[in-house]
C-alpha cells in the first residue's frame, strides 16, 4: 500500500481569489491549518488581505512560483467548503459564459455577513414605553415601527429617519435591543402536511417526478402544461419527495413579486414558508439563510435566479417555473441564462431539474423533441375549468375613440363584467402614463441625457424617467426649450394612461394599479391579492407582473390593449415571446366556474404570431417558428453572441470596436456582423458599438471569439462585453 504523501508536500494550494483582474494565486499552508478544495480563505495580497477559494491544483493553469515565494495563507472561513459540484459548476459557467472564474464564484459566497464570525446580532424593536412628547421624526419612527424588528440601519430605512435619530430612542428606552441567534433554524416543512388528490394525470405525471428524484440522477423534465392544470400542485409531490430523503429543493421564480402568492400556496402545502433569497433581503436574513443552506437545514429555498449558485449541502431537485421567463437572463456582470445554468446544476448534482411552463421556450421544446429532456403534459385545467374564448379586435376596423386605447367592444366587455360583479385585467406591457413627451409649440422632445431613449412621463410621481438608466426629473409645468408653459402633450398610453380611461368610461370601478412602481413590496403585492381575492377590486391594468401566477376565480375578461407592440423591434424572440405573454394573460381568464374570455387589440391581425393565439393553435404557431429560426441560423439552430463595446468617449469606442471588427477571423460556420453602434447608441452616459456573432450549433464560438479578443490591450474606459445567447439585442 501506498503511504500518503508526506505533508510538507501537500502543503501548497491554489486559490481563486477574488479580484477580477487576478488570476489564480498559490500559497502555502501553515502548519497548524488544515484546507481541502473548496475552502474559503484569507489570503495574503500586497500588504492587504482577501478572500479567496481553494481549488484542484490540476484543473487550473498558474504561473510557476517557486516553492520558497510563496506566503502563507492567514486563515481558514469556518463555512463549509463549496462542494465538487458546486465547482464544476463555476468552471463551466466562467468557461461558457466567458467570465472570470473569481467573478462565477463570488456568486457563491453571497453573503458577506455569512462569512464572518459571531452568532448573535441586536436587534432593535419598540420597547412600549408611553413616550411623553415627541419630536415629529421619533413620531413616525413610532408609527412606522410597529411590529417591526431588525438592526439599527434596517429600521431607519424602514421608518425613513437617521440612525441617529433610532440611536436617541433607544437612549430614551423607546427602542429596546433584543439579541438575537443569528443562525436560528427555519421551521420544519412537514412533505405531508396537506397532501392535494391528485387528477389520474397529474399523479402520473407527479409520479414520473417522485422516481427521479428516489433515483438521485440527472434528468431535465419539461412539465408542460396550461396555465391552470396544476403545475405547481404537481411538483409539490417531487419536493416532497426530496424532503422525505432529507435533501433539499431549489425552486427558481422569475421574478419576486410572484413570490408572495407562491409562499401562501407553498405554506398552504407544506405548513411552513420556505427559505427566500433574493435582491432586497436584509444582510441579517441573507447571513442566516446562506449559512443554513451550507450546513443542509434550509429545506426548501425558492429565488431569484441568483440562488442558483447557493452552496447547497444536499441538493436533491430543482425546479424553475414559468422557465420561459425573459428575466432569468442576467444582462450585466456575468450574463449567464438561470434556466440553462439550473440544468447544468442538476448535471453537475446528478439530480432531476424541472422546467414548469405553460408557453415554454422554443428552445426547451427542441430539447424535449431531441429527446435530451423529457416531456411531461397537463393538457387541461384543473376542476374541469375551459381555456378562454379569445377574439381578436381589429383596430383598423373598430377604432378606440379619438385620445382613447380601448376599442368599443372591449368597452363593451368591461361594462358587462362589472355590471355582473365580475373581474376584468387590461394587460398593456408599459409603465407609466405615457412613453413620449413632446411640445406642442416646438416640438421639443424629452429624451435622457444618459441614453439614447425618450424619457417616461410617470403621471402618480409627476415625473419624467428614463426606463433604462432611472435618471428622473420632476415634470416641467413649461417647455425648456421655448418656454411655453402648459404646452407638453404625452404620446401613446402607459398602464397609468389606460387606468385613467377606464376610470372615464366606468367611474364606479375600483382599479388596481399593478407594475413594479406600484407593487413596491411584498407587503404591497400581498395586499393586491387579498384585494383581488375579497372583489375589492373590478378591473386590474397591469404590466408582464400580472401576466403569471395569480389565480383569481372571478376574473373572467382579459383584455391585451397593444399585442403589436412586442412585434416592434425585429429581436429574433418577438414572435415568440408576444405569443407566451400574451398566452400567459389569457391564461388569467375564466379559472374558476366562470367561462373567460379575452380581447386581443392589435393592426396586424393577419401576423402568423396573432392567427394562432386566435385560433388556440399552439403547436402550428411552434412549428412556423421553428422553422423561421432554422432558416435564420437562430437559436436552437444556430447560435449568437454578442461583443458589446462602449466607452464614456464615443470616439474611443468606436476606434475600439473597429479594431476588433479589423481582425475579424473568417470562418465557414461562422458569421460576423458589424461594427454598428448598438440600438441604444447610448446607455447609461457610455457610447455603445457592437459586433455580433452568428455561429452553427456545433462551431466553438467562445474559443473562436476569447482568440480574437485575447491579443487586444484597449485604453482604461474602454468595456468589452461579450452576451453568450444573448436575449437583449439592444
Ligand atoms: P398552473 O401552475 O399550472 O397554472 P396551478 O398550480 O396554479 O396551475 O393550479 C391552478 C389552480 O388549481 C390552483 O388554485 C390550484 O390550487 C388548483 N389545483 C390544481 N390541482 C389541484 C388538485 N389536484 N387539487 C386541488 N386543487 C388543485
Ligand atoms: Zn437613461
Not at 699 to 708: A, H, P
Amino acid at each position: 500500500m501506498s503511504q500518503p504523501p508526506p505533508r510538507s508536500q501537500s502543503r501548497r494550494i491554489r486559490c481563486v481569489v477574488f479580484n477580477a483582474a487576478l488570476g489564480p494565486l498559490d500559497y502555502k499552508v501553515p502548519a497548524h491549518l488544515d484546507v481541502v478544495p473548496g475552502q474559503v480563505v484569507v489570503c495574503p495580497l500586497g500588504p492587504r488581505q482577501i478572500l479567496g477559494v481553494v481549488w484542484e491544483e490540476d484543473r487550473l493553469p498558474s504561473a510557476d512560483v517557486p516553492e520558497h515565494k510563496l506566503r502563507p495563507i492567514l486563515g481558514v472561513v469556518p463555512v463549509p467548503p463549496l462542494g465538487a459540484p458546486l465547482r464544476r459548476l463555476i468552471e463551466w459557467c466562467a468557461d461558457y459564459y466567458m467570465a472570470p472564474l473569481s467573478a462565477v464564484a463570488r456568486m457563491a459566497l453571497s453573503s458577506t455577513a455569512a462569512l464572518q464570525g459571531g452568532s448573535t446580532v441586536t436587534e432593535y424593536r419598540l420597547s412600549g414605553r408611553e413616550p411623553g412628547r415627541l419630536t415629529p421624526q421619533r413620531a413616525q419612527a413610532m408609527d412606522l415601527l410597529i411590529d417591526q424588528q431588525a438592526t439599527i440601519r434596517e429600521l431607519a430605512e424602514i421608518a425613513e429617519v437617521s440612525d441617529g435619530v433610532l440611536r436617541g430612542m433607544v437612549n430614551a428606552g423607546l427602542l429596546e435591543p433584543v439579541t438575537v441567534d443569528a443562525d436560528r433554524p427555519y421551521p420544519a416543512a412537514d412533505p405531508r402536511h396537506a397532501v392535494p388528490e391528485l387528477t389520474p394525470t397529474q399523479a402520473q405525471v407527479a409520479g414520473r417526478l417522485v422516481e427521479a428524484v428516489a433515483a438521485r440522477r440527472f434528468v431535465t423534465f419539461l412539465l408542460d402544461g396550461v396555465t391552470g392544470s396544476g403545475k405547481t400542485e404537481t411538483y409539490a409531490e417531487a419536493i416532497a419527495a426530496a424532503l422525505e430523503q432529507g435533501r433539499q429543493v431549489l425552486v427558481l421564480l422569475p421574478e419576486i413579486a410572484l413570490t408572495q402568492s407562491f409562499l401562501a400556496r407553498f405554506e398552504a402545502r407544506f405548513g411552513v414558508e420556505p427559505v427566500t433569497w433574493h435582491s432586497s433581503l436584509k444582510s441579517s436574513e441573507r447571513r442566516r439563510a446562506w449559512r443554513a443552506v451550507a450546513q443542509g437545514r434550509a429545506q426548501v429555498v425558492v429565488g431569484a435566479r441568483s440562488a442558483l449558485f447557493l452552496p447547497f449541502a444536499a441538493l436533491g431537485l430543482i425546479v424553475v417555473d414559468e422557465a420561459h421567463e425573459i428575466s432569468f437572463k442576467q444582462d450585466d456582470g456575468v450574463r449567464y441564462n438561470a434556466r440553462d445554468v439550473a440544468v447544468m446544476r442538476g448535471y453537475f448534482e446528478s439530480i432531476p431539474v424541472v422546467l414548469a411552463s405553460a408557453t415554454p421556450a422554443l428552445e426547451s421544446l427542441h430539447m424535449a423533441a431531441s429527446g435530451r429532456y423529457e416531456r411531461l403534459v397537463l393538457p387541461s385545467r384543473f376542476g374541469g375549468a375551459g381555456l378562454p374564448d379569445i377574439r381578436i379586435l381589429d383596430l383598423r376596423e373598430q377604432a378606440p375613440e379619438r385620445g382613447h386605447w380601448l376599442a368599443p367592444p372591449l368597452v363593451e366587455g368591461l361594462r358587462e363584467r362589472l355590471a355582473k360583479g365580475e373581474q376584468s385585467l387590461l394587460f398593456l406591457n408599459r409603465r407609466g402614463y405615457a412613453p413620449l413627451t413632446l411640445c406642442r409649440t416646438c416640438g421639443y422632445r424629452f429624451q435622457c441625457p444618459n441614453c439614447s431613449a425618450w424619457l417616461v412621463e410617470h403621471r402618480l410621481s409627476q415625473r419624467l424617467a428614463c426606463h433604462h438608466c432611472g435618471h428622473e426629473v420632476p415634470t416641467p409645468r413649461a417647455c425648456p426649450e421655448c418656454g411655453e408653459p402648459d404646452c407638453l402633450v404625452a404620446c401613446g398610453p402607459g398602464v397609468e394612461r389606460i387606468a385613467d380611461e377606464v376610470a372615464t368610461i366606468l367611474p364606479e370601478a375600483r382599479v388596481a394599479l399593478v407594475t413594479s412602481d406600484t407593487l413596491t413590496s411584498a407587503a404591497k403585492a400581498a395586499e393586491f391579492v387579498a384585494q383581488a381575492e375579497n372583489k375589492a377590486i373590478d378591473v386590474i391594468v397591469g404590466t408582464q407582473l400580472v401576466t403569471k401566477g395569480y389565480h383569481f376565480p372571478d376574473l373572467t375578461l382579459v383584455g391585451v390593449v397593444d399585442a403589436d407592440m412586442g412585434l416592434e423591434g425585429g429581436d429574433l424572440r418577438a414572435a415568440e415571446r408576444t405569443y407566451q405573454q400574451v398566452a400567459q394573460v389569457a391564461g388569467r381568464a375564466g379559472r374558476g366556474e366562470k367561462p373567460g374570455e379575452v380581447l386581443i387589440q392589435t393592426r396586424h391581425p393577419d401576423a402568423p404570431v396573432i392567427a394562432a393565439l386566435a385560433s388556440g393553435d399552439r403547436d402550428a404557431f411552434y412549428a412556423a417558428e421553428t422553422e423561421a429560426r432554422r432558416e435564420a441560423h437562430a437559436p436552437p439552430f444556430g447560435r449568437w453572441a454578442a461583443i458589446i463595446v462602449s466607452s464614456e468617449d464615443e470616439a474611443e469606442a468606436r476606434d475600439a470596436a473597429r479594431a476588433i471588427g479589423g481582425t475579424a477571423p473568417r470562418l465557414d460556420d461562422v458569421m460576423i456582423l458589424g461594427p454598428a453602434p448598438a440600438p441604444l447608441s447610448l446607455l447609461r452616459g457610455r457610447y455603445r458599438y457592437r459586433l455580433l456573432v452568428n455561429a452553427r450549433r456545433s462551431s466553438e464560438v467562445q474559443k473562436v471569439i476569447r482568440q480574437w479578443l485575447e491579443p487586444f490591450r484597449f485604453p482604461q474606459g474602454v468595456r468589452v462585453a461579450v452576451d453568450i445567447d444573448p436575449y437583449s439585442f439592444v
